[in-house]
């Protein structure tokens, strides 16, 4: 990142993006993995608890049925929390939204927590549920917390924290899963319920931060509010071309009201905006991430590498995650976004193939079998360069402030459901198209970098006014018009604080 784009990163820009996606992004990510090693645990558990209670184990199918209810139940949560994030950051505020949620993992992990002590698997269920919904939540909140705090140099790059903190969640739930540290039997119900820690550093800190500007001043019209804030969130107190992009905005809005789903998808001026957040969410999980996630073990088991040593060499893709997401976060400012959401789903697309052909000649080629390691390793790189983050930090870019909520519902639940369409369908088409499933996610890749190639245009250091009028002639509507010398916020300095006045007729002044 440049000297000049660290001067406008202050601490208070840093701590909020830290804490927000410390103590709710981090928690999808975990989640995401942290079943996956106390599976057989897990398992003998909901066995010895059928015996207790019906006097006989259960069989196979049952105990599988179970477990994986406890594994897609998270999804399921997942897409309810989407659907409410609309009415909570209308309602909370975006701050507000992430702090009253916090109650749902504290509810969550005590649930799993103490569902071994009192026999009960669905204890263990709902709480998968109810983490499935608080992070349904904060998948769409934090990004859009994040990108209206930020000033428009560095949207970028705090953008991308929250997914850099999600594969950090992964790779600690894997870290915490090796049996040398909570992968043993006894200790399966706290490696669960661990995600309350930084719920709980977040609920203890965050609260002392500000509401997001663009909230306070566009829907609450609290000027007072406004103004504290951005003297918490901007290292110099000149806030005047902040105000004015805000104040232009607002005007442009034909409501101040928040757009409901449906008022979202009828509205013609948005409607190249509405099918990009579409086509880059959906994307982004049909992509094969999950499937490689998936079927990454047996890979590994058929490039020779010893079964006991899977695990270890899983930790090592997690920890490739993070470093993939660091240099995402800290060239996204310098390359924009178009570059790594192409160069993201192109490369994994490639790499899919590269999957379908060393698994087909890995028979007869002994060396395939290592290729194929090599793809699974490019396609989890060339996601979290970009489209692990990128989707979610574009939903905020694209629409103004009174669509933002609905276009984090529809991108948030599209998201949700592919990832749970993805988990049901891949098993069947993996059994009917063998190796050649692979190019299905390839082909998917290939559509999405050519419609961000084709259709979406840069945002690098563009105000959300900026963008909505690059997609104005796409749309057919009209461009805003720049405001009136009776629109223009003056400045005025007056003991070195300041407040929003009526300046007369029309005008608005700024005064410090």
Known sequence: MSPFLLQHLTSSLLAVAFLSSFGSSMLYGYNLAVVNSPANYIKAFYNRTFV?????GASEE???LMYSLT??????GGLLGSLMVGMLVTKFGRKGTLVNSTVLVFVAGTLMGFSRTCGSPEMVIIGRFITGIHSGISLSVVPMYLGEIAPKNLRGFLGLMPSIFICIGVFIAQILGLHEMLGKEEHWPLFLSLAVVPTFIQLMLLPWFPESPRYLLIEKHNTHAT???LRWYRAKCNIQSEVEEMQEEQRSLSTVDTVTVRGLLTDTSVRWQVLSVVVVNIGMQLSGIDAIWFYTNTIFENAGIPIPQIQYTTVGTGAIEVIAGLVGCFTIERVGRRPLMIGGFSFMGVCCAGITLSLILQAHVSFMRYVSVACVVGIIAGFCIGPAGVPFLMTAEL??????PAAYTVGGSLNWMSNFTVGF???FLQMS?????YLVFCGVCITVASYVFFIIPETKNKTFMEISQMFAPRNAALKSQPLGSLDQLKLKAMNGYGTLESGGDNSMELTF
């Open 62 to 64: 049952t105990l599988t």
């Open 227 to 229: 103004i504290t804030a």
């Open 52 to 56: 207790s209670r019906n006097g006989g």
């Open 425 to 427: 369908v891949f098993p």
């Open 433 to 437: 198209a063998g190796a050649f499933c």
């Open 71 to 76: 594994v897609s139940v998270f999804a399921i």
């Open 399 to 404: 629409f103004k402030q009174s669509h933002r």
